[in-house]
């Protein structure tokens, strides 16, 4: 088990709400959302209870890769505002009891980018990856684009070099393979810690850093990625030690250890390639990659799905990580199908929000999956979104639907669009809609976050023991709630423990107990609270 490391309070109690900031709020009417956008709608944020925002990168970019290629790390986007005008968001939020997270692009940068375009002309830069002149590098490789010879080596799209971290094997027959503690690579650890000094010191709380693990190249058992992160780690905590540092690596037990505060359950990474979160969510639509398990999900209506994966995933991360940090559990992301996809029905919503708000897991929300959003198919590419045949992520980075108006408030120009749906739905869940529903979707979401604060034992500190690991899911939290859970159709029951009949109820529907056994309908759920011990 690793050494418990000292990192920010704040981060155990937190409820994340991922932004995407060309999509949340357009505050100008462009058809593009921006800081100010946001600004306005704090205020559904702090009703809602979320206590920390994520905003994907909002740094200026050519937006091949919707910001994800950084043209330059210390200026913000001018489609989302100013620089003051996030300093004005972060001021703001701190008033609502708000942190805000950036988005830290660390192994490649844009192909505009002025690091770069100097070493495209200048053999002797060494911050990206260069193969030789003689045609002798490895398959995929890009031709230099300017007086460089050679090639240099992309970490996602084209337009996008991978920026020299080094590798772990090297080899004199391969020259590119330099070793990590060369000066190209020294140079670019120097620069992520400038990039994180500058907005902490502009008030930021912390990163969540995309493609974490992609780093240090042909690093088998991550090895140096680790003790990269390792370094930055030790840095951040003496320079910035309420700052928080999450990963999108998908692999926590390796991640945490490595020096992250906190790594996301994701539809990749790991041992299993992304089972944990795909073995609750994904139903096969939407977002899909045909290499993954085509085994059916746990919230998959037909009951064929099961929670062990998840929980095995769960137990395996948990008992690597210890104390030294934290699992984040998503509803969806900007590059995965929202929870409403395809065969899914809004009522089989609430199910999933109570055990991703009650299990002990920080949970991440996505914008607009607290009003049951629909992932969209068949959008048009739009600024890299479509990845395949069956991989079109512009369907989950739709414009956040606050109201009745045709495209929720956001421009209809043509000239304008980004990921407005092409014919929206009139019968879509909207913000303003649900917020006069006492009974929607949003206000369970809100209930569950509220009681998940006042509750500690809801959180991760509280203890977690598994009473039925079948239909229904059922649980207890730190000896005093008990979680019951039913993502199927059909209805489900399982024997009771010794002592329910004083339980009460909490939140939920269509759950009943008896003094022999828990009975659920189909999709209930339902949170009692247990009595205490005489």
Same mark, same amino acid.
């Given at each position: 088990?690793?050494?418990?490391?000292?990192?920010?309070?704040?981060?155990?109690?937190?409820?994340?709400?991922?932004?995407?900031?060309?999509?949340?709020?357009?505050? +100008?009417?462009?058809?593009?959302?921006?800081?100010?956008?946001?600004?306005?709608?704090?205020?559904?944020?702090?009703?809602?209870?979320?206590?920390?925002?994520?905003?994907?990168?909002?740094?200026?970019?050519?937006?091949?890769?919707?910001?994800?290629?950084?043209?330059?790390?210390?200026?913000?986007?001018?489609?989302?505002?100013?620089?003051?005008?996030?300093?004005?968001?972060?001021?703001?939020?701190?008033?609502?009891?708000?942190?805000?997270?950036?988005?830290?692009?660390?192994?490649?940068?844009?192909?505009?980018?002025?690091?770069?375009?100097?070493?495209?002309?200048?053999?002797?830069?060494?911050?990206?990856?260069?193969? %030789?002149?003689?045609?002798?590098?490895? @398959?995929?490789?890009? $031709?230099?684009?300017?007086?460089?010879?050679?090639?240099?080596?992309?970490?996602?799209?084209?337009?996008?070099?991978?920026?020299?971290?080094?590798?772990?094997?090297?080899?004199?027959?391969?020259?590119?393979?330099?070793?990590?503690?060369?000066?190209? @690579?020294?140079?670019?650890?120097?620069?992520?810690?400038?990039?994180?000094?500058?907005?902490?010191?502009?008030?930021?709380?912390?990163?969540?850093?995309?493609?974490?693990?992609?780093?240090?190249?042909?690093?088998?058992?991550?090895?140096?990625?680790?003790?990269?992160?390792?370094?930055?780690?030790?840095?951040? +905590?003496?320079?910035?030690?309420?700052?928080?540092?999450?990963?999108?690596?998908?692999?926590?037990?390796?991640?945490?250890?490595?020096?992250?505060?906190?790594?996301?359950?994701?539809?990749?990474?790991?041992?299993?390639?992304?089972?944990?979160?795909?073995?609750?969510?994904?139903?096969?639509?939407?977002?899909?990659?045909?290499?993954?398990?085509? %085994?059916?999900?746990?919230?998959?209506?037909?009951?064929?799905?099961? @929670?062990?994966?998840?929980?095995?995933?769960?137990?395996?991360?948990?008992?690597?990580?210890?104390?030294?940090?934290?699992?984040?559990?998503?509803?969806?992301?900007?590059?995965?199908?929202?929870?409403?996809?395809?065969?899914?029905?809004?009522?089989?919503?609430?199910? %999933?929000?109570?055990?991703?708000?009650?299990?002990?897991?920080?949970?991440?929300?996505?914008?607009?999956?607290?009003?049951?959003?629909?992932?969209?198919?068949?959008?048009?590419?739009?600024?890299?979104?479509?990845?395949?045949?069956?991989?079109?992520?512009?369907?989950?980075?739709?414009?956040?639907?606050?109201?009745?108006?045709?495209?929720?408030?956001?421009?209809?120009?043509?000239?304008?669009?980004?990921?407005? $749906?092409?014919?929206?739905?009139?019968?879509?869940?909207?913000?303003?809609?649900?917020?006069? +529903?006492?009974?929607?979707?949003?206000?369970?979401?809100?209930?569950?976050?509220?009681?998940?604060?006042?509750? $500690?034992?809801?959180?991760?500190?509280?203890?977690?023991?598994?009473?039925?690991?079948?239909?229904?899911?059922?649980?207890?939290?730190?000896?005093?709630?008990?979680?019951?859970?039913?993502?199927?159709?059909?209805?489900?029951?399982?024997?009771?423990?010794?002592?329910?009949?004083?339980?009460? %109820?909490?939140?939920?529907?269509?759950?009943?107990?008896?003094?022999?056994?828990?009975?659920?309908?189909?999709?209930?759920?339902?949170?009692?609270?247990?009595?205490?011990?005489?």
């Amino acid at each position: 088990m690793p050494t418990p490391r000292t990192g920010p309070s704040w981060l155990a109690d937190a409820v994340l709400y991922q932004i995407y900031p060309q999509s949340f709020a357009d505050s +100008d009417g462009d058809g593009i959302g921006d800081f100010n956008g946001v600004i306005e709608r704090l205020d559904h944020l702090s009703w809602l209870g979320v206590n920390t925002i994520w905003l994907n990168p909002c740094f200026v970019s050519p937006f091949r890769d919707a910001g994800y290629d950084v043209s330059d790390y210390f200026r913000v986007a001018p489609r989302y505002g100013t620089g003051d005008d996030l300093a004005r968001l972060v001021e703001a939020a701190r008033g609502h009891g708000i942190r805000v997270l950036l988005d830290l692009v660390a192994g490649h940068t844009s192909d505009e980018h002025p690091w770069f375009r100097a070493s495209a002309d200048d053999p002797s830069d060494h911050r990206y990856i260069w193969a %030789a002149a003689d045609g002798s590098h490895p @398959p995929g490789f890009v $031709p230099s684009p300017g007086t460089r010879p050679g090639a240099y080596l992309p970490n996602f799209f084209e337009s996008q070099p991978a920026l020299n971290f080094g590798y772990a094997r090297t080899d004199p027959d391969q020259p590119w393979r330099q070793p990590v503690d060369a000066d190209g @690579p020294r140079a670019n650890r120097a620069a992520l810690r400038d990039i994180m000094d500058h907005w902490l010191g502009l008030g930021l709380s912390g990163f969540r850093v995309d493609m974490a693990s992609s780093l240090v190249k042909d690093d088998p058992g991550m090895r140096e990625t680790t003790r990269l992160w390792t370094e930055l780690r030790a840095w951040l +905590d003496r320079a910035h030690p309420d700052a928080a540092l999450l990963a999108e690596w998908g692999d926590p037990a390796v991640s945490v250890p490595a020096g992250f505060h906190a790594d996301f359950f994701l539809q990749f990474g790991g041992p299993t390639d992304g089972l944990p979160m795909r073995s609750l969510w994904n139903n096969h639509e939407g977002t899909v990659l045909d290499h993954w398990d085509p %085994a059916d999900c746990f919230f998959d209506a037909g009951g064929n799905g099961s @929670p062990r994966p998840f929980v095995e995933a769960w137990r395996h991360a948990t008992a690597a990580i210890g104390g030294a940090g934290h699992i984040s559990l998503p509803t969806s992301n900007h590059d995965f199908a929202r929870l409403a996809c395809g065969a899914r029905t809004p009522e089989q919503l609430p199910a %999933a929000f109570a055990l991703q708000l009650t299990w002990p897991t920080l949970p991440a929300i996505y914008y607009g999956d607290e009003i049951g959003m629909r992932y969209i198919p068949g959008l048009p590419d739009t600024e890299g979104s479509v990845l395949g045949p069956r991989y079109n992520r512009a369907g989950s980075r739709t414009p956040m639907q606050w109201d009745g108006g045709p495209n929720a408030g956001f421009s209809t120009a043509p000239a304008d669009r980004l990921y407005l $749906p092409v014919d929206p739905d009139p019968s879509r869940p909207t913000v303003a809609g649900q917020r006069a +529903d006492p009974g929607s979707l949003l206000h369970l979401v809100r209930r569950l976050i509220a009681l998940r604060a006042s509750s $500690p034992e809801l959180r991760g500190e509280g203890a977690t023991e598994i009473l039925h690991d079948g239909f229904p899911f059922t649980y207890v939290r730190g000896g005093r709630f008990l979680v019951v859970v039913n993502p199927r159709r059909e209805p489900a029951s399982t024997p009771a423990p010794p002592g329910l009949a004083a339980a009460r %109820a909490v939140e939920g529907s269509g759950v009943t107990l008896t003094a022999d056994s828990i009975t659920s309908d189909g999709f209930a759920y339902g949170i009692y609270e247990l009595p205490r011990p005489a």
